[in-house]
């Protein structure tokens, strides 16, 4: 049996993050490529006979060409074994993110470089930051014309309040593009265009003090201009504090371009010697230590249908302690009782692979019979606790659901139902009035696109959507209210969700402070618990 800790310094797990077509897809396949995981890169987006990526699984994402999904994907690279949670881009789905992002114990957020800073980035950033999680950030797309570097770093810095450390240096952008300085080695790695999809050809480096060659093989101009940005660079930027990134501090920077697979491979090598192992977890006994104490881990993701021939159920969980058996026997903290956890797999995308064993840090995928909900804790029967919880976010937009034929309701609730306990929706019905409409509420409209093309092509139901005018949602707190007497506004709706616990749905914000104005000892949250 090969030694714990080993096998858990040896594992690496980090979310891959980016508003949308910064390239992050493009860049996940490029690092499975060198990890001999896939032969040949999958091009995102493109005609129907054109290969998907092989993160994005499932139809809506091949069709639409974004990722609506968490995609996770292990594969071993150099002695490291890596988990990779693939993100959503979209803000749409971000609510998906904020949960992968509970179960990473680092990210790379993936910029490009000739946009910069965009609002998803910022939304995603304050996420790990309140974890105080490792940040790296791969600025992309150096083969497009670029924003001025200092500028990119710049912007970094205000807009998310972290230094940087650039490890390497662009030389030009675009058609201009000659390769990147590596500052620890004082040596330029010039850039020579691949074909996509492969790995890189021959890289040559050449020193700086090799200025015969490197004024042959760049230019004088670009060389004048490097030689300029160095000394800047050596005066301004942040000293490279390996403390500092691991607090979520400092945010060393990389340059490249995943799409001709220039800067990848250089970019994996450091991430690997500066990310962390896996990291303790925070639970009410206090900190669990991944090499110290027996399997533990938590739900942080379920996804139905995953295969459609076996319409079955997945649950996604973390491994923070210990290590996994697949005959062995453990506890499930909120549903009370001990179980065997059902065909344990590696999933490869949509791909799986039955696991015997696995270790802290690791992700697996349990088949799911209905029992596991977001932020569950699985652990041993002798060394019972519970994880911190992972927060339910209030929807924005609501509609009401309807079946074009009434005929199929036992599919259509199985379908809204299965998909609400994924997360991505939250489905809720009239309060005590005997009415069996739903109504869905999601915290990014492009939610209900999916939700409409689920059903009809997992469920076979064909559904009608009606907007509703609602924005805001409650929770309500106090236990010895009597809701049906609550005194509301005009514009406030009775709702409960489908573990029958009572909401109160507003259009206006104000319309919140005047009903707690109107019942004494009402007691309303904004959030909901997993």
């Known amino acids: 049996m090969s030694d714990l800790r080993t096998e858990v310094n040896r594992r690496r797990t980090f979310a891959i993050i980016s508003h949308p077509d910064a390239g992050k897809t493009t860049l996940t396949e490029k690092f499975l ?51 990779i949670l693939d993100t959503p881009g979209h803000q749409d789905f971000s609510e998906d993110t904020y949960r992968t992002l509970m179960a990473a114990d680092s990210a790379v957020m ?98 700086t003090s090799d200025e015969e060659r490197l ?64 990291l303790a977890r925070k639970a009410d006994i206090g900190v669990i230590d991944p090499c110290e104490n027996d399997f533990s881990a938590f739900v942080f993701k379920i996804q139905a249908n995953m295969n459609k021939a076996h319409r079955d159920r997945i649950a996604f969980m973390r491994i923070c302690s210990g290590k996994f058996e697949a005959e062995r026997e453990v506890f499930h903290m909120q549903g009370n009782k001990a179980m065997r ?25 349990v088949f799911d019979p209905g029992i596991f909900s977001i932020g569950d804790t699985i652990c041993t029967s002798k060394n019972k606790f519970l994880y911190d919880g992972i927060p339910t976010f209030a929807p924005e937009h609501f509609a009401r659901v309807r079946q074009v034929d009434t005929m199929k309701r036992k599919q259509f609730m199985k379908g809204v139902t299965q998909i609400a306990q994924e997360g991505a929706i939250q489905i809720f019905q009239e309060f005590n009035t005997g009415m069996e409409e739903i109504i869905v509420g999601v915290v990014g409209v492009l939610q209900f696109e999916v939700l409409k093309y689920r059903l009809e092509n997992e469920y076979n139901v064909e559904i009608r959507l009606e907007p509703l005018p609602y924005e805001h949602i409650r929770w309500i707190e106090s236990k010895d209210i009597d809701v049906a007497k609550i005194v509301g506004t005009s514009d406030m709706k009775k709702v409960k969700d489908m573990r029958g616990n009572p909401l109160l749905l507003f259009i206006n914000s104000w319309s919140v402070g005047m009903t707690l104005d109107r019942n004494e000892g009402l007691v309303l949250s904004e959030f909901g618990r997993e």
Request: with cysteine; glycine share 10%; charged share 25%.
């Open 215 to 278: 004024l042959a093989v760049i230019g004088e101009e670009a060389y004048g201009k490097l030689m300029d940005e160095i000394e800047l660079l050596d005066g301004a930027s942040a000293e490279f504090d390996l403390s500092e990134v691991q607090a979520g501090k400092l945010t060393p920077v990389f340059f490249g371009s995943a799409l001709t697979n220039f800067g990848v491979e250089i970019f994996l090598r450091n991430f690997l010697m500066m990310t962390t192992t896996p």
């Open 110 to 207: 993936v910029i490009d470089a000739s946009k910069g800073v965009e609002a998803q980035t910022r939304k995603l950033f304050k996420v790990c930051s309140m974890r105080g999680i490792p940040i790296f950030t791969f600025i992309n797309k150096l083969d497009r014309d670029a924003n001025d570097t200092f500028e990119l770093l710049d912007e970094v810095e205000k807009e998310l309040g972290i230094a940087t450390c650039p490890i390497n240096w662009p030389i030009g952008s675009g058609k201009g593009f000659k390769g990147v300085y590596d500052r620890d080695n004082q040596e330029v790695v010039i850039f020579s265009d691949t074909e996509k999809g492969t790995k890189e050809g021959h890289v040559e480096r050449i020193s």
């Open 33 to 83: 490529l060198y990890g001999g995981a896939i032969n040949l890169a999958g091009s995102v987006k493109g005609k129907a006979t054109a290969r998907h990526a092989v993160s994005d699984w499932m139809e809506i994402e091949k069709e639409r060409g974004i990722s609506v999904t968490s995609s996770v994907l292990q594969f071993e690279y150099d002695g490291f074994c890596i988990n």
């Open 341 to 365: 956890l059902s065909q344990p797999q590696q999933i490869m995308a949509s791909e799986r692979k039955i696991l015997d064993e696995a270790y802290a840090g690791d992700i697996i995928g």
